[in-house]
C-alpha cells in the first residue's frame, strides 16, 4: 500500500488548498490539541472540508493529539469520543512527543482503507465482472494501489515546509 500524507496542521492559510488534496481521499486524520479547546472547536469545519471533497465512503479518524500533557487538558477523553459516536469516526488519542498511539492510528485508518477497497474488489467479482478482464479488477498476485492522487510534478507540489 501506499499512502500519502498530507499536513496543513489546522492553519485557516491552507484552507483554500486544502479541498485539492482531499480530492480523491479515501482516509483522513482529523488531529486536534486536548490541550486546545479551539482546536477541537475547529474539527467540524475541517470535518465537513473532507466530507465535502473527499471520496464518499472516506473514512475518517478523530485524532486527539497531547495527550501527555493530561494537566493542562481542556478536551477530555469523553468530548472526542462523543464526537466521533456522533459523526461515525474511529477516535484515538496520541501523544506526538513520546510517540504513544501515533502508530496504531496510522495503521489502524490503513487497515481499514485496505479491507473496504478488498470488500470493493469482491463485491465486483461478486457482480459477475471476471477478474482480469474488466479494467481496475485485481488478478490473484497483483498489488492494489489505494493511491488516488495522480503524482504530482515539481512545479504541483505545495511549496512550503511539510512535516
Same mark, same amino acid.
Given at each position: 500500500?501506499?499512502?500519502?500524507?498530507?499536513?496543513?496542521?489546522?492553519?485557516?492559510?491552507?484552507?483554500?488548498?486544502?479541498?485539492?488534496?482531499?480530492?480523491?481521499?479515501?482516509?483522513?486524520?482529523?488531529?486536534?490539541?486536548?490541550?486546545?479547546?479551539?482546536?477541537?472547536?475547529?474539527?467540524?469545519?475541517?470535518?465537513?472540508?473532507?466530507?465535502?471533497? *473527499?471520496? =464518499?465512503?472516506? %473514512?475518517?479518524?478523530?485524532?486527539?493529539?497531547?495527550? &501527555?500533557?493530561?494537566?493542562?487538558? #481542556?478536551? +477530555?477523553?469523553?468530548?472526542?469520543?462523543?464526537? *466521533?459516536? =456522533?459523526?461515525? %469516526?474511529?477516535?484515538?488519542?496520541?501523544?506526538?512527543? &513520546?510517540?504513544?498511539?501515533?502508530? #496504531?492510528? +496510522?495503521?489502524?485508518?490503513?487497515?481499514?482503507?485496505?479491507?473496504?477497497?478488498?470488500?470493493?474488489?469482491?463485491?465486483?467479482?461478486?457482480?459477475?465482472?471476471?477478474?482480469?478482464?474488466?479494467?481496475?479488477?485485481?488478478?490473484?498476485?497483483?498489488?492494489?494501489?489505494?493511491?488516488?492522487?495522480?503524482?504530482?510534478?515539481?512545479?504541483?507540489?505545495?511549496?512550503?515546509?511539510?512535516?
Amino acid at each position: 500500500m501506499k499512502a500519502q500524507i498530507w499536513d496543513t496542521a489546522g492553519q485557516e492559510r491552507y484552507r483554500s488548498i486544502a479541498s485539492s488534496y482531499y480530492r480523491g481521499a479515501v482516509g483522513a486524520l482529523l488531529v486536534y490539541d486536548v490541550t486546545d479547546r479551539n482546536s477541537f472547536n475547529h474539527v467540524p469545519m475541517w470535518l465537513k472540508e473532507v466530507e465535502e471533497n *473527499a471520496e =464518499k465512503d472516506c %473514512l475518517i479518524m478523530l485524532v486527539g493529539n497531547k495527550m &501527555d500533557l493530561n494537566e493542562h487538558r #481542556t478536551v +477530555f477523553v469523553r468530548d472526542g469520543r462523543s464526537f *466521533a459516536r =456522533k459523526n461515525g %469516526l474511529a477516535f484515538i488519542e496520541t501523544s506526538a512527543l &513520546d510517540a504513544t498511539g501515533v502508530d #496504531t492510528a +496510522f495503521q489502524r485508518i490503513l487497515q481499514e482503507i485496505y479491507k473496504m477497497q478488498m470488500k470493493k474488489q469482491l463485491k465486483k467479482v461478486a457482480h459477475g465482472e471476471e477478474m482480469g478482464q474488466k479494467q481496475g479488477s485485481v488478478s490473484r498476485g497483483q498489488a492494489i494501489s489505494l493511491q488516488t492522487h495522480s503524482e504530482q510534478t515539481a512545479e504541483e507540489q505545495p511549496k512550503g515546509g511539510c512535516c
